[in-house]
Every structure is written in C-alpha cells, then in structure tokens.
C-alpha cells in the first residue's frame, strides 16, 4: 500500500493503534472463551443447521414431491436461494481482487471476513443445484469425466453445466485468495499460542516465518490471484444469469440479465458484508478497524449497484412494452400486477427505492439505517430470484398451464436452515481465524491510521501555508 | 446363411453355398431364439447334450418370457418357460384379438392388445358396423379393471370365503323354495346371457328379470313403445343432419351410444376448404353443461324442470308453420329463453325444406316429452333420413317403472330371492337404493354376480364373482341384427365363473359339466342356429357378424295434447340442480377404476370429485368472480331436496345461476379402495316423476360457505382465451384479459393476441383463414431473422414424423388421454398430488372458453409434447438426457436423467412432467411410494402384481425423479418400421400411429410421417386452417392444429350481446 494518502481522506483506524495494539485487539477473539452472544448464537445457528440437515434428508428420502413445486413451476425456492447464495458471495471476491487492483485502502479493514463470507455463500449455494435435482445420488453426471458409457459426455450446451464450472471455479480461486491471505495472520496466531493450539495453527500456517521471501512470494500470489479472481467476479454470476437468459421463457429470455445479474450481486454481497460487519465490529469490538469510513464506503456502492439494478428494471419494463411481443409484455404486466404482485413490490421498494436515502450522507454513516438497509436488501434482492424464476414461470405461454406456487415447510425449512449452516461456519470462522486481515491493516497503517492523518494534515496545512508565503 | 442380400462371403464354400459349409457355420452361433431351435428337430442341437451357454440361454430366455399366458396368479415372481411354446404367443411380438367391452348399455367392439398372454391395451374395431373404430375414454380403461385387486376371488358367503358347490347348493334350496325371484340386472346387450336368463326362468317360473339403467332411458322407451310398438330405440344418424337440437341429451359423451354419435357428427363438421359454406350446427338446450352443451355452436340454459317448457316452445314454433297441433304449456322460462328458442325453431324449420335435414334428441325421462321429440321429429320430417327405424337399438332397455314394482315386491315379502346380475348396484344409482338397502338386510336371499365389490354386493348374502369382460366368451347385439363377439384373451385370473354358467347352474340347465370352458360351450350352442363352424370363425376372427335384423318400426301417432298434460303438474324452484352423467365414470359404474378417475372432466378439469356448478359474473370492471364470491374448491351448505350437507363448488363458464350441476357416479360406499367414500352421492336426492320414472334434478338452496377451500383438485386454472361482455361504459371487450390482474386492470390482447388457439364461425371462415395466414407469414419472417442458419434439411431425408390435430373434430371426450395412460405406463398419482399439480399425464386436453361471457364456446385443444426441431428442452440438459433423433422426435433418456426440471422450465408447452415422488413403486425403498388413493394400504396401488400386470412391457416405467413426457409412441413406431422390414416393404401410412390417434372416435389426431407426400398428415400440413401453436417462437414444433370452425346462429348470439 502506499505511504501517502490524501489528506482529505479520513482515517480508516482509530484509536491510535500501535502494531502491537493491532495484534493484540484481532487476535483476541481467537484465544480467549467464547462470549455468551457467541454461544447463543452459534447455538442458534447450529440448530438451524440441524432443521436443514433434516429438511434435506426429507427431500431426498421422499422426492421432490415434498416441495411445492409443479408442473408448471420447476423452480420456486431451491433455485432462488442459490442464486441469492451466489449473489451474496460476490462481495469478498470483489473486495479482495478488484478493490485490491484499485487500490482502495478501505477493503483491508473487511475483506477477509468479506471473504469468508464468500466461501460460505458459495458452499450454501452450492447446496441447492444438488438438492434440487430428483436424483441426487446421479450427481455426478454433470462432470465431464471419462466413462464406458459410449463414452457419453455432458451437454456443453447447457447453461446449467457452465454454472457447475462457473461456481466450482469460482469456490476454488476465491478459497486460495482467502486462504493465502490467512497465511501470515495464522502463524501471527500461532507464534502467540502455545501447546495443541500452536501445532496446529503451525501446520495451518505452512511454516510461515515471515521472511522477507516469504512476504514477496505472498504478494506476488495475492496479486495472481487477484488477477485470476477479477473476471470471475463478473462471469460467475453472468453464467448464472444465462440460466435464465439462454431460455425462451419470456421474462427469461432477456440479454440485459448478465450487467443485471452482476450489479444486483454485488448489491446483495456488499448488503450481507454489512449486516455480518455491523455485528461482528460490535460484539468482537473492532470498531476501530471497521469504522464508519468503511461502512460509508459500503453503503456506496450500494447506492451504485441498487441503482443500476433499478434501471434494470425500468429498461425491461420499456424493452417488453417496446418489444410488441405480446408474451414478453404480459410476462412483465403480470409481474408487476399479477397473483405475485406484492414480491415485485417487494422487489422494487427493497432494491430501487430505499437505497436511495444512501443520497445522504447522514444516513450512509448512520450504523443503525445500514444494519435496517442491508436487511432491507437482502430480502429485496432474495425477492428479486423469486420474482424472476417463480413468478416468470407461473404464467408463461399457454394459460391452461399456469399455476401457482407456495413453498411447503421443507423448502422453507431448506432456506432457514442454509442461513443456519451460513452462520454456523461464519461463528466458526470468527473464532478461530483473525477476522480482519492482520497484516494488511498493519500496511496501511501509516497512511491511514487517525495518528498518522492527524500528522499528514498537520503537514499539509503547514506547507500550504508555508507555499502561500513564498508566493506572497 | 445364404441372404441374397448378403454381399460378403468367406471363401469359395460360402460363395457357392456349399450345403456342409453352411451347416457348419450354422452352428456355430445362435441366431435364432431358443425356443425355435429347440423346437427344430432336425437340428443337431438336441443331439448334443445342453451345454453351459445353452442353459444361461434357456435361463436368459424364461426371464423374458417373464409371465405366461395362462392361469398365473402371482405373475412377476414366477418365470416359468413354456414346455410347448403357444402358437399365438412370440414374446416380444403383440397379438391382437377382436372382442367387445360391454357394461351394461356402453358397448364397444374392440381389439385386444396382448404381450405374452396379458391383455394391456384396448383398440376399437374398425370393422364395427357402428363404432367403426372409434374408442371411448371407458372403453380404454377397461383393461386396468381386469387387474383391480378389489376384485372378488372366490364365492362367498355372508362374506366368508366358500366354494362354487357350497354356494350353487345353497342358493338353489333358496330358489327352490323361493315365493318369488328378482334377478337385477342393467342393459343386457347380449343374446348368449338373456337366453340363458331365459332358460333360468323356464326352470323357476316365478322369476322375473328386471332391468334398470342408473342413467335412465326408459320414458324414451317407453315413449317409443307407445309410438311405434316396440320397446326398442331407433338409430340416429347424426351426421345426415344440418341442425341438429339436442335437448340435454349429451350424445357425444354419455348419451346412448356416444362412440358412433361423436363420429357421426364430426363428418357433418369437418371443414375442407376455407371456401366452405356449411358445416352441420348442433344447438343445445341444457341445464348442466355436458359434452353436446360445450361443442353445441348455440347453447340455452334452462333450469332441468323448465326442460318440457323449453321443448313446447319449440314444438309450437314449428307446429305453427306446419298447422300441428300446438301445446299449451310454458314455466316461466324467461323472454331472451323464449326468443332464443324460436330462433332455433325456425332454423330447424327452415333446414328441414329443400332436402336438408334435421334431428331432435332429448335426453329426458319423462314420457311426454319423449313423445313430443317424436312428434317434434315426425313434423320435421326426420324420419327415414336421420332417424331410421330398420335398426333397433339395444344400448337401452331400462324400465324404471318395472324396477320401482320390483323393489316393492321384495319389500312386500312377494319375491324373498334377488339376484343381482353384472355389477348390478342398483343399491346405489337408483332412488331407492335406501329402500332396496333397507330390504336386503331383512328377510330376503340376496345374490350378487358381480367382478368386484359394491354397495350392493356388500349386503348381499351371497358373492358370485362373473369374469371380467376380458376374461369373458359372449356377444352383443347393439343393433338389431349386428352382433359382435366377446372372446377371452386371458384365463380368469381367479376363482370366478361366466355368470351364463352360474344360471346355468343354479337351474340345472348346464350342458356339459366336464368342459372346461363351459360357457365357450354354451355360446357356441347359442350361435349354432346363425351358422356353422366357418361363420364362427370369420365372426371370431373380425369380432362381428350380421345376425338378422327383423323388420322397421313403424310410427303410430302420438296424442299431443296427452303428452303435454303431465307438464302442468311441474314444480320449479328458485334454484335446481342437474344430476348429470359424466364422460369418465358414468353414473359410478366406473368409479372403481383409477385412470378414469383421474381423467380430468373435460369441461371442469377436475378429479376424483363431484361438486356443485356456480355461475360466474364479471363486475364490469375488472373482476369475474363466482356466485356469492366463492371460488373453485371451497365448500358451503347446500340442501338439496331437503337434505343439508357441504359440498364443494366449481365456479364455471356457461352456469346459469338457477340451472346448477352435479355430477353422478361419486359418493359410493364399500367399493374398495379406489371408488369408497369419493366425493357425494346424489343418488338418493332423486326423485320420480307421476309416472315412475327417476328424475335426474333436485331442488337447490345455498348456505354459507364453511371455511374450506381447497376441496377441489383441477388442473387446470386459468379457462379462457377470449370472453366478452360489455364494460361499465357498454364497449364489448374481451374480460378475462381485463380481469387477468390482482391489482391492475389488464389490457386487451393479453391472451387473446397468443397463437395458441384460432377459431372462427364459418362465415367468417375465409378472412379468419386470411388473418392466420398472415399471422403465420409473419411467424416466418421473425423465424428468418436468426443468425444460425436452420438445420430443417437434417429431416428431409428418411421419415419425420409428425402430428396433426383438428380442433373442429375434436369433442373432448377424453379418449385419447386413457389411451396414452394405458400404452405409456403413466401413473395415477392421486387426488391429493393433483391438487398440487402433480398430474402425469403426457398429453391434456385444454379447455378454453371464448365467446359471450353468459353463453360461451368452447375449444379442446388436445396438447402434447410437440416434438420441436428446436426444442427448448434439448439444449438446457445439462447431462444431455434428451436428444432430438433424426427423425424428428424428441427422445427422453430416462437413465440419463437427473431432474434438474430445467427442460421443463423451459418448455414453452408445459408437457414435461416429472416424477415428483414415488408414483410407480419403482424405488430401491418402499417406505416412500406414493399412496394414490389416501388410504394407507399395506400395498401400494403400483406395487400390487396384479396391477402392474397392466403395465405395456414395450415402455419403461419411470422412476421417482425423472422427466418424461410423450415420446409420440416410440415403441409404436418401431414396431411399425419393424413390420415394413419384416415384410421388405417400404413404411406406408398407417403402419405407424399413435395411442391417442387410434383412440379418437371423430379421427381429429393424425399421425404419419411428413416426408411421405401421400400420408394424411402431410396433406394436412398444407391444409388453410393449419397452423402450429407458438409457431413465432421458432421452437419449429411437429404437431400442426387446425382451426376450430363453429357455425353460431348469429341471430341467438345477437341476443346475448
């Protein structure tokens, strides 16, 4: 990171934090015992886990038939939480690879639990594929793998097979960015810990010793990576979106989704960023490593990416009136006002509108609004899946075919219950790995710890008025 | 090993076909099947001791020839090889036997599809004198019967297991000492039975044969009786009729003979050429909608006890221009009623002069009106053309009165033995079922010669079980003179007997008590006076024989003014509900059977239920609501003739409210598992009329609803494509596109701008034909901007099959939909899974109101995978589990599926269907398969050995979580193409067809293959009304549809707008 940052700027560590300081505030939450909101917490969230196990062993043992899913409707909620999943699991990889090549100071204070984060939504997400094909035990012929079967091969055609390879892919470089950044700070953890705890935070560490090869090497990774992670920010969920793009359902088959799907994506990670960050900065303390900069800077670009998704909304509804496609312009007509009104009206308040009170500066460092507007967002954009895969497909060509769908207490059980598994990696996560990348605040420390910036602007101000008087 | 075809050749030897040479190669492998080598006595194979690959062949070979003909109870399990190999049975190759399936009145010659001695499919006839073919929804189901594991297995008594001597014995001393005796039967069509009931009573004199139909004919009979002297029906010859009035006699589904009407009618329907004048038109005067009521061009709806005023009306019209006499008689039928009405009288009028024709029905049992139809007739001069006395039907031969006289004999003590004959239940589908009930329980012997359970058979002291009809030797004279012959096409698969022989046997009339067969023995008798062992044999071998016919009714005169006398008497109520008959199980005879009761009602697309019928009404604004706000599925109070029950409603298109409907046949009481406690019996709301006969309506009054909703199970929701009435501001628009909305109002062409459904009165015909072509021009020219070029020349060599559907023909009578169940192994899946949507069916029939809001038409569209050549399913699976072939079909691989759902998503005709749970008791685990009929047996319906003996072995079962979906009966084809290579011929048309084309008793679904110029379907493609559904969507699919043409009298629509 550079050493010098703007003036203007406003510091992203407070508290006048010392090297040490920094250590000893990350790495705390990992050594000592769990709090009482922790274990609640956890204990909440495993119980969850357990609703989903079981939903999914139900789902399996009895069929899709116990799901409310029909003839007409082949999707309801298994796929709309995958997408919303993957969505969610934009925001790490976007924090950490393109922020990284942008250079955005701001992204050291969230990106390795914006990251996790990730991994976690990626894993949840990729639950739902599995769980949703009537015969799970078959998975496996969606890899292309060698076989006596003719050999007889996967169908490169689909949009659903580049999805196994678009999140697969996606799972695997996202785990080694985060992964390689945890490096330095688990053997930080492991050089303070001693007996059982320093064995194995060693073999996780890989010996790291901090030399200064080892340091260049990491770099020179970390930037590969980054590399190879940025345009999988934008493929991953383009892929997705051709899932519905690549179909001919009208409300589907639409070329706006990909630039949609990508913006609504980073529109949901980043909400999710901040409902895991708000808690996680008060109940772990950290609010002097993710401060109200942070959340500012959050909160614009969620007004950017609700803003651009809001204008994707509006551009369908032009594009379908100005289509005259008679499917295209009832697709969208029911959308809006048809049996599945209220999710479009959830929709469109949750991602258009309210987003746009982030206008106001006032409101983007308000933690509380943020807390409420990522919520808002998230159920806004989980409304947004249904509103396409669901609603789209209730009432399609052929009215005798039309139906409705409400999801049975399995489905809903399959969604609680992956927030339970979400959560329960995440509270894990929080306990054994540094939540804020150690190393990496510790690189912008001098350019933007609130010591320092107090100096740079005292400089500044000094030498600006000692310009002036050379110029006088 | 000498093919003149053959080409290659190893050395010189072979080259001359040196004798020792090709014995020796010969031997070598085993070309041929066991079975024929083994019976080969000249081969040196016997010689030889079996050898270990010969004993894996005999082994492999007993597997496949899995269940054997004859005699097997448990026919999974056992695979016994045959010792001497039938000569009709090839495995793997069907055999086809000409039979009838006969229950009570519905008669239909059929073929029998046989795979290794066990029936699984029912075709019609083709030489049928009167079906000519054509099948019915029941007719096809038939099959699934044979194997109902409710069926009876062994004689009982008091419900305790006995044997045949036991139970002859016994009800013998019964008769013997009997006061008097009542045998119960419906219709019997049959010569063999009733002389054998003849001979029964020439032994007990006391006995007298009493004969009902629980859909009742029998003031018609009567009626004729008094009018021409016989006790018989005439025939009707719908399709030498230019108007045709059907006064709630649904002949194209349940009335009479159905079958033969449907196609009749559709031949003075088909439309040619967009320069056609005139197809026949059928009006309808009705009070619940049926079948006749939705295909009728004008419909009136009358309150059932209006029927006689609606008949005077039209009678006096017509009386008044020929100087009839005029009847005086009219019930507050309204004035629109009455112009309506008139306007259909003088179209009748008018279309009876100058060499056209029409024909009055009347489905009423009431003995005047039935004699004013003839009279209305005579003065229309309808016999001789399209009524034709020469050929008396016998599809009808019910007299209530005699029943009525029956039951109070028993109860009176006057008859203390009653024998209940084939599935007679007349406990249940009569009025006074309570009655008989009641009397059965006292002081009276009572037999049952039945297949399965019943509400009858139930209290009956005595079961006979009778084969089932496939089981059966017998004949049917539907016409006089026409007799087709039942023969069995399996050995009875339990301890039952021909109810000939029962008879036979309780009065010591049996020929040969040795035979094995002695009922082949006894109506080989019977049939000895018509011709010798050749007739028999050409008879057998077509299903049918001429018999004579004796003479032409004559027509006496019928007294007017006696006729109409009865009217007066009449009550109407504010609101009456029609018991009407339903296409699928009848008046409940055919409840017991799973596919029919999942068949959806053609017209309310509901299963396995019976409810009450409520109008519809559009708010002007932009709602259509039902009466009193109530929807589909939920429940209120209603009391009909006095009594107070819930019942579900349906909210329907084409309900008066005052005229409501409910359906016969549900509602009945130990009948296994399948028919038991499903929906309400509205039997004992029925009453008689003056003069005995059952009246089919009740007086209705609604209560409140109850709170449920969900009691209905429909398959389809949304019902219109088109329906117009006037806005608050008086502009006629088309309403369900401005209620299509929850929270806006909808804008005009939301549906109806689709191309999915044309349709066009035809004078309208040659602009409507105009406007498709335009629309279909420019479907091409957006199917031209692509930028992959098409890949149509692919299919321009060797066969490409496609399908052709006409929905002028098409009636709904469900037909073709059993048909595909039964040649595709579909599961029934139950009410609850339909409820979800759940239903398997690969091919629907959708129903579409259009027209006047009040008095709408209605348009089946029989629907169906369409084989795209750019199918959206293909290209999304993502394990390539369906694949286009060469010849144009869409292929399913079921054991590449892994139900990702996606290829039904993506289906823009939503005929995918996927197997959401265990529907066929397919997997590894039994704790999951799905439980059809609720009612938590020990063996699931498909897990049953006798019901998968039904199964078609051509067609692989599918298990829980796959796709499927019409495959346009790919077995079919192959075994056409098979045929035509067995024969070194070239494939022509008609070698190939599917189920649901062989079944359509009006031949409105063509299948064949397009790349043959001379098949039908290939004329078809080119004909002006033809058009493909979603065309501009460039799916490029394979079934092409022609427009639905009406023929309205715009005079009656002008009255509604």
Same mark, same amino acid.
């Given at each position: ?55 999914v062993?139900?789902?399996?043992w ?10 007409t ?34 992204? #050291? ?6 990251? &996790?984060?990730? +991994? /976690? ?5 990729? *639950?739902?594929?599995? %769980?949703?094909?009537?015969r ?39 785990l ?39 340091w ?28 519905f ?9 639409t #070329? ?6 990508? &913006?609504?994506? +980073? /529109? ?5 960023? *901040?409902?895991?960050? %708000? ?44 289509s ?6 009832f ?30 500066r ?24 249904f ?34 598994l ?11 790995a540094?939540?804020?990348?150690i190393?990496?605040v ?21 030498k ?9 | ?53 010969d ?17 097997c ?21 069907p ?6 399936i006969?229950r ?5 010659p ?12 029912i ?48 009800i ?9 005796i ?33 859909v ?107 100087g009839?006499s ?28 100058n ?91 009572s ?28 004949d ?50 019977s ?26 009714m004559v ?5 007017v ?27 409940g ?95 004992d ?9 059952t009246?089919?309506y ?16 429909s ?7 088109g ?12 309403v369900d596109?401005?209620?299509?909305s929850a929270?806006?109002?909808?804008y ?11 349709h ?17 021009e420019?479907?091409?020219?957006l ?25 002028s ?12 169940i ?58 390539g ?18 139900g ?15 197997n ?57 084809i ?62 490029r ?13 715009n ?5 509604d707008?």
């Amino acid at each position: 990171m550079g050493a010098i940052s703007s003036p203007i700027r406003n510091p992203l560590i407070t508290g006048r934090k010392t090297y040490a300081q920094i250590t000893e505030d990350i790495c705390r939450p990992t050594e000592r015992t769990p709090s009482f909101a922790w274990v609640v917490a956890f204990a909440l969230a495993v119980t969850f886990l357990a609703v989903y196990l079981f939903c999914v062993f139900y789902t399996v043992w009895k069929g899709i038939g116990s799901w409310n899913l029909n003839r007409t409707i082949g999707w309801g909620w298994d796929i709309t939480n995958f997408v919303w999943w993957v969505g969610i699991g934009h925001a790490g990889t976007l924090i950490s690879a393109i922020l990284l090549l942008f250079r955005q100071k701001w992204r #050291t204070g969230v990106n390795r639990a914006a990251e &996790a984060m990730t +991994i /976690f939504a990626v894993i949840c997400a990729g *639950q739902f594929p599995l %769980i949703h094909m009537g015969r799970i035990w078959l998975a496996f012929f969606i890899f292309p793998y060698p076989n006596t079967r003719g050999p007889l091969w996967v169908n490169f055609n689909s949009p659903l097979l580049w999805d196994v390879f678009a999140i697969s892919t996606y799972f695997t470089v996202s785990l080694l960015f985060w992964y390689t950044g945890l490096v330095p700070d688990l053997a930080t953890v492991r050089d303070r810990a001693k007996g059982i705890r320093k064995k194995l935070y060693g073999i996780a560490s890989f010996g790291w010793t901090g030399s200064a090869k080892h340091w260049q090497r990491w770099e020179s990774l970390s930037l590969i990576l980054a590399g190879l992670a940025t345009p999988l920010v934008l493929s991953v969920h383009t892929i997705v979106s051709f899932d519905f793009a690549t179909s001919v359902i009208p409300g589907w088959h639409t #070329t706006i989704f990909p630039p949609y799907f990508v &913006a609504g994506a +980073i /529109f949901s990670g980043f909400a999710m960023v *901040q409902t895991l960050m %708000i808690i996680t900065r008060k109940v772990l303390n950290l609010k002097d490593y993710i401060t109200l900069e942070h959340i500012e800077s959050m909160n614009k670009v969620i007004l950017l990416t609700g803003t651009i998704v809001g204008v994707a909304y509006l551009t369908e509804l032009f594009i379908s009136w100005y289509s005259q496609y008679p499917y295209e312009q009832f697709a969208f007509f029911n959308r809006a006002t048809g049996p599945y009104w209220y999710t479009y009206f959830a929709m469109m308040s949750c991602n258009l509108l309210s987003p746009q009170i982030f206008w106001s500066r006032k409101m983007r460092r308000n933690v509380t609004v943020t807390f409420i507007m990522s919520i808002f967002v998230n159920i806004g954009m989980w409304y947004e899946r249904f509103v396409i895969i669901a609603t789209t497909l209730a009432r399609d060509y052929l009215p005798s075919s039309w139906s409705m769908y409400y999801p049975t207490w399995v489905e809903v059980g399959l969604f609680l219950g992956s927030l339970g598994l979400f959560f329960t990696l995440f509270l894990i996560f929080v306990r054994v790995a540094p939540v804020v990348a150690i190393a990496e605040v510790k690189s912008i420390l001098k350019s933007s710890g609130d010591q320092y910036t107090e100096k740079f602007e005292k400089y500044h101000h000094e030498k600006q008025f000692a310009n002036e008087a050379s110029d006088a | 090993m000498q093919d003149k075809s053959k080409n290659v050749w190893v050395g010189k030897a072979d080259l001359v076909g040196d004798t020792e040479f090709v014995e020796v190669e010969s031997s070598k492998f085993f070309d041929l099947p066991v079975a024929q080598e083994l019976s080969d006595e000249k081969s040196k194979l016997l010689a030889t001791p079996a050898k270990r690959r010969d004993f894996l062949k005999m082994m492999g070979f007993s597997l496949g020839a899995a269940t054997v003909a004859a005699a097997c109870e448990a026919p999974i399990r056992r695979a016994i090889p045959y010792m001497t190999k039938p000569d009709a049975i090839v495995p793997g190759v069907p055999t086809y036997y000409a039979s009838t399936i006969v229950r009570g009145g519905d008669v239909c010659p059929v073929l029998v599809k046989t795979r290794e001695g066990r029936p699984i499919k029912i075709e019609g006839n083709k030489l049928s004198s009167f079906t000519k073919g054509g099948t019915s929804a029941r007719a096809q189901a038939s099959v699934l019967d044979l194997y109902d594991s409710n069926r009876y297995a062994h004689p009982m008594k008091d419900g305790q297991n006995s044997d045949w001597s036991a139970v002859t014995n016994e009800i013998k001393a019964k008769l013997k000492s009997a006061r008097g005796i009542k045998l119960i039967s419906n219709t019997i069509v049959s010569p063999f039975t009733k002389k054998s009931i003849a001979d029964f009573i020439q032994t007990y004199s006391n006995a007298e044969h009493v004969v009902y139909d629980a859909v009742s004919s029998s003031a018609m009979l009567d009626a004729h009786k008094s009018a021409f002297g016989t006790r018989a029906l005439p025939s009707y010859h719908f399709d030498k009729a230019n108007v045709i009035l059907s006064l709630d006699a649904d002949f194209l589904g349940t009335w009479i003979s159905p079958i033969e009407y449907a196609a009749d009618f559709i031949k003075g329907r088909k439309v040619k050429g967009t320069n056609q004048k005139e197809i026949s038109r059928l009006y309808a005067v009705e009070s619940a909608m049926t079948l006749t009521g939705s295909n009728a061009d004008n419909r009136v709806v009358v309150k059932p006890s209006q029927s006689a005023a609606a008949l005077v009306t039209i009678y006096n019209r017509v009386a008044s221009k020929t100087g009839g006499s005029n009847a005086s008689y009219s019930a507050g039928l309204s004035d629109k009623v009455i112009a309506k009405l008139n306007h259909m009288a003088d179209d009748l009028w008018n279309s009876s002069r100058n060499g056209r024709h029409t024909l009055v029905v009347n489905g009423a049992n009431n003995l005047g009106e039935q004699l004013l139809t003839i009279e209305l007739n005579r003065l229309l001069g309808n016999f001789g053309s399209t009524i034709t006395t020469d050929r008396a039907c016998y599809l009808r031969q019910g007299d209530d009165i005699a029943l009525g006289k029956a039951i109070n004999d028993i109860e009176k003590g006057a008859a203390d033995v009653v024998i209940f004959m084939d599935d007679a239940n007349p406990v249940y589908d009569t009025p006074n079922g309570a009655k008989l009930a009641e009397v059965l329980n006292g002081n009276v012997t009572s037999v049952a010669l039945t297949t399965r359970p019943n509400d009858t058979s139930t209290l009956c002291s005595y079961i006979c079980p009778i084969h089932h009809n496939l089981e059966s030797w017998g004949d049917a004279e539907a016409y006089a003179g026409e007799l087709s012959l039942i023969q069995p096409v399996i050995s009875p698969l339990h301890n039952s007997r021909a109810r000939e022989v029962i008879l036979a046997a309780l009065s010591d009339n049996l020929v040969d008590p040795k035979e094995e067969r002695m009922d082949y023995a006894m109506l080989r008798n019977s049939w000895n006076e018509r011709g010798g062992q050749k007739f028999w044999e050409q008879s057998l071998s077509d299903g049918f024989a001429n018999g004579s016919s004796g003479g032409p009714m004559v027509l006496g005169t019928v007294d007017v003014g006696a006729a109409v006398r009865s009217f007066a008497s009449r009550n109407t109520s504010e609101r009456e509900v029609k018991f009407y008959e339903t296409v699928n199980i009848g008046a409940g005879q055919y409840a017991s059977n799973p596919w029919l009761q999942e068949m959806p009602d053609p017209i309310y697309r509901t299963v396995w239920d019976n409810f009450v019928t409520i109008p519809v009404s559009w708010d002007g604004k932009r709602t259509i609501s039902g009466m009193n706000g109530w929807s589909t599925g939920d429940v209120v109070e209603v009391t009909i003739a006095g009594k107070t029950m819930n019942a579900p409603v349906v909210d329907q298109f084409g309900v008066v409210d005052g005229a409501h409907g409910m359906a016969l046949g549900y509602g009945r009481k130990n009948s296994g598992a399948v028919a038991s406690n499903v929906g309400i019996n509205v039997f004992d709301l029925m009453s008689t009329d003056d003069d005995g006969y059952t009246q089919y309506y009740a007086p209705l009054s609604f209560g409140n609803s109850v709170g449920e909703s969900d009691a209905i199970a429909s398959v389809q929701y949304h019902h219109t494509f088109g329906i117009k009435d006037k806005n608050a501001e008086g502009v006629t628009l088309n309403v369900d596109e401005q209620s299509i909305s929850a929270i806006a109002t909808g804008y005009q062409g939301a549906l109806t701008d689709r191309s999915i459904l044309y349709h066009a009165n035809i004078d309208e015909l040659e602009s409507a034909a105009d406007d498709l072509h335009h629309k279909r021009e420019h479907a091409h020219h957006l199917n031209e901007q692509t930028i992959y070029e098409g890949h149509d020349h692919l299919y321009d060599n060797g066969h490409k099959w496609e399908m052709n559907v006409d929905l002028s023909s098409c009636i709904g009578c469900g037909a073709c939909q059993v048909a595909c169940i039964a040649e595709n192994n579909v599961p029934v899946v139950g009410k609850e899974q339909v409820k979800v949507h759940h239903e398997m069916t690969w091919m629907r029939i959708d129903r579409y109101f259009f027209g006047d809001i009040e008095s709408p038409n209605t348009a089946y569209q029989p629907m169906m995978c369409q084989h795209c050549d750019n199918a959206p399913c293909e290209n999304v699976c993502p394990v390539g589990a369906t694949q286009h072939s060469s010849e144009g079909l869409n292929h399913m691989t079921y054991n590449r599926c892994i139900g990702t759902r996606y290829c039904a998503n993506n289906c823009p005709f939503k005929v995918r269907r996927f197997n959401w749970l265990d529907y066929t008791a397919a997997d590894l685990f039994g704790a999951n398969e799905n439980d059809p009929f609720g009612n938590d047996p020990e063996t699931p319906f498909y897990a049953e050995n006798l019901t998968r003996m039904v199964l078609n072995p051509d067609v692989t079962v599918r298990t829980r979580g796959v796709i499927e979906k019409c495959s346009f009966c790919i077995q079919k084809i192959q075994q056409g193409k098979l045929l035509a290579k067995s024969e070194n011929r070239a494939l022509v048309d008609g070698d190939v067809t599917t189920a649901c084309a062989t079944a359509c008793p009006t031949g409105a679904i063509v299948f064949g293959d397009i790349n043959n110029k001379d098949t039908e379907v290939a004329k078809l493609e080119k004909h002006p009304l033809n058009y493909y559904v979603l065309e501009e969507t460039n799916v490029r699919s394979a079934v092409g549809y022609r427009m639905k043409v009406t023929n309205r009298n715009n005079k009656i629509n002008e009255l509604d707008a």
